[in-house]
Every structure is written in structure tokens, then in C-alpha cells.
């Protein structure tokens, strides 16, 4: 009987980064001066800075389909490889008693939105295995596109962030020292000169780098199990032995993971 391998929140990468601005939060809150680490225009230089030069360096699309890569790739758990080939070896077994078009009665029982469900849809609906095939590697292809491109928005957007973070910095500097022979206006103007740096570095190094680092360690995670799902898909369209579909998976998963589902 297959089990259902169904999504799960993946909440880790949010835990870290709340747990590092806590941790921020505390050493601030000891220092007795909480208000002063705060400063609006120092936030609009950095964020919206950084945003907009972001935004310079690729397309309103590019930048849409960042948040599709951070909702499918950091917040969801990537299903374990070996559960993922144990699935599609009974699967494989259930096509080679029912035929393909008994398909049909197990796509229910597998994520909807996986490379495998789609095959099997198309295995029952009469496609061929050449077709299928190059359908879901231009699928594969496409879903590792997308999540390098929305890495490398996010690895830039880090790079950004500092760099409006010193731009700030000059500009609290320029107002400071034009306002030498005013005392009074010399601590928000020095204000403005520290605290573009601090929230630069954060936003890159707490926020940005994390999430570029998730997407491009699941992504990896997630050709892997594409990789499985293609070779499953092939090998039912091609009615071959359940035995040979699992030796076959074994090839691509690591030796820690590989699957024992027959006894040789």
C-alpha cells in the first residue's frame, strides 16, 4: 500500500532568523538605549534602496516569481528521497498488476503538484514515453531555473544591502559635518551615519543570505527527487520490473538512502 507523501511546513529558516533578532533584540534592550536604534530614514535608504536597485538589476516577473521559490522552496519541507523512491516502486508495482490506465485509482494517493502525479496523468491518458519524457525535463529544467534565478536575486539584494548601508553612512556624515556649528543637530545626523551600516549588514547577513542559502540547499533536494520521479515515470511507461525501477533509483540516491523494498 503506498502512503501519501504530502507537503509540510518548513518553519526553520523563519526560527533561525527569529531567533537571531531576538538574540539582536536582547543586547540591544541591555544597552538601556532601544529608541535610539531605531531611525526611519535610516530604514528608507536601506530597504527601499535595496529594493529598488534590486529591482533595476532584473524584471517585475523575475522579482514575482521570488516569492513562488520562497513560499514552494524555504517554507515547505522537501519530502525525504527515500520515502519519495519507496513511493514510486509501489506504484510501480500497483501499474504492473492493474495496467496504466489503473493509474487513474492512485493519483489521488500522491501530491498533486509532483513531477510524479503529472506523469502519471499522462501515462493513463495515452501519452508516449518520448513525449513524457521531454515534458518533465522541461519541467525539471524550468523548476531549477526558477530557483537559481530567485537565488541570485536574493545573493544580489545582499550585496545591495550593505552598499546602501555605506551610501547612508556618507549622507550622515555630509549632514553632520555641515552642522559642525550647530551641536544640536550633529547626533541625528550621526544617527543616521551608524545605523544605515547596522541595518545593512542585518538585512544582508540575517535575512537575505539565509533564505538564498535555503532555496539553493532545496533545490538540490528537490532535482533529486525529480530525478526519481522521471526515472519511476519511464520505467512504468515502459512496464519494466519493479526490481529493476528500484536498482535503478538506487543509482541516484546516496548509499546512506538507498531503497531495500525487495530482498534479494
Avoid at 521570488?66 to 525525504?80: A, Q, W, Y
Avoid at 498488476?97 to 506523469?119: A, I, M, P, T
Avoid at 537565488?151 to 549632514?175: D, K, N, S
Avoid at 544640536?184 to 539565509?210: D, E, F, R, V, W
Wanted: glycine fraction near 8%; hydrophobic fraction near 45%.
Amino acid at each position: 500500500m503506498t502512503k501519501q507523501i504530502k507537503p509540510e511546513s518548513d518553519y526553520s529558516t523563519l526560527t533561525g532568523i527569529g531567533i537571531a533578532i531576538v538574540i539582536m533584540g536582547i543586547a540591544v534592550s541591555m544597552s538601556g538605549q532601544v529608541l535610539s536604534f531605531f531611525d526611519v530614514a535610516s530604514g528608507l535608504i536601506v530597504i527601499g534602496g535595496t529594493f529598488a536597485v534590486t529591482l533595476a538589476c532584473f524584471s517585475w516577473k523575475e522579482i514575482a516569481d521570488l516569492g513562488k521559490s520562497l513560499e514552494k522552496v524555504v517554507f515547505t519541507k522537501i519530502p525525504d528521497s527515500r520515502m519519495v523512491g519507496e513511493e514510486s516502486v509501489h506504484i510501480a508495482e500497483y501499474a504492473k498488476r492493474k495496467g496504466l490506465l489503473g493509474l487513474q485509482d492512485k493519483e489521488k494517493d500522491v501530491d498533486k503538484n509532483s513531477l510524479l502525479n503529472k506523469g502519471m496523468r499522462m501515462l493513463a491518458d495515452g501519452n508516449t514515453i518520448h513525449e513524457i519524457d521531454q515534458i518533465l525535463r522541461q519541467d525539471i529544467e524550468s523548476i531549477l531555473h526558477r530557483n537559481r534565478r530567485s537565488a541570485t536575486i536574493l545573493r544580489r539584494a545582499a550585496e545591495i544591502a550593505p552598499a546602501m548601508g555605506l551610501i547612508g553612512t556618507l549622507i550622515g556624515l555630509v549632514q553632520m559635518l555641515g552642522e559642525l556649528n550647530d551641536p544640536k543637530n550633529i547626533g541625528p545626523h550621526m544617527a543616521i551615519a551608524l545605523l544605515t551600516t547596522l541595518y545593512g549588514a542585518l538585512l544582508s547577513y540575517m535575512i537575505m543570505t539565509p533564505l538564498a542559502s535555503k532555496i539553493e540547499r532545496n533545490s538540490e533536494e528537490e532535482l533529486l527527487l525529480n530525478k526519481i520521479y522521471l526515472t519511476s515515470i519511464v520505467s512504468i511507461g515502459h512496464e519494466e520490473s519493479p526490481r529493476k525501477l528500484e536498482r535503478m533509483i538506487n543509482t541516484i540516491l546516496p548509499p546512506a538512502k538507498r531503497l531495500k523494498v525487495f530482498k534479494e
